[in-house]
């Protein structure tokens, strides 16, 4: 921990504090955060394939609204021409496709050596919508004295953690943190 980090923790926190969260895919979800957050405590928001969480989620209809919710709109995401192409091609009213289909989901592409503008636009907007969704279910708690909303990237997979930390700052995240899957030797030197 950097001593700004733990200046920060000191005053903010000076009887301590508790930070939740999970790497894996939805691990730690908007309302598990959201829920530590009204707590006064620290949420941490797993980044880890943020866009494909958003395409899924479009696929099945959002059945909670809320994706539409945070991204729509003058008080939506930033760039409204950039949801409304993930909405259009993403987006199924009614939810999945029938099981008896071969393919239940919508491709989502994969990061590659080569850049892929819509794979960063998914990365960008899926992990804004996670901040911004959590905010939404901790009735805002996130910019007064309680608790904070921050996110947890996975650091053996980082050609998404920029786009991803990107849609994290659009939402106003409080800590972008980057961790796990990288193995070191006792002296801290990578394997």
């Known amino acids: 921990m950097t001593e700004r980090s733990r ?18 895919v939805n691990v730690s979800s ?15 928001l797993s980044q880890t394939a943020a866009g494909v969480l ?6 099945d ?3 909670t609204g809320m994706y539409r919710k945070v991204l729509e709109g003058e008080n939506g995401f930033s760039n409204q021409d950039m949801w409304l192409q993930v909405k259009q091609k993403f987006y199924l009213e009614d939810g999945v496709r029938p099981k008896k ?15 892929n503008k819509e794979v960063e636009m998914l990365t960008v907007m899926g992990s804004y919508a ?8 901790a009735g805002d708690h996130t910019w007064n ?8 990237g996975l650091i053996k997979i980082p050609r998404p953690l920029p786009a991803a930390a990107y849609g994290d700052q659009l939402a106003r995240s409080r800590f972008s943190a980057h961790g796990a899957g990288r193995a070191r030797r006792p002296n801290g030197e990578n394997v």
């Open 7 to 24: 200046s920060f923790l000191e005053t903010k926190y000076p009887d301590g504090v508790v930070v939740m969260g999970g790497m894996g």
């Open 30 to 44: 908007p309302l598990a955060v959201a829920e530590i957050v009204k707590t006064g405590n620290i949420g941490t």
């Open 54 to 59: 958003l395409a899924r989620e479009l696929q």
């Open 61 to 63: 209809g959002d059945p």
């Open 101 to 115: 289909q071969l393919l239940r989901y919508r491709p989502v592409e994969r990061y590659r050596n080569a850049e």
């Open 130 to 137: 996670l901040v911004a969704i959590s905010q939404v279910l």
């Open 145 to 152: 004295d309680s608790g904070d909303i921050g996110t947890n």
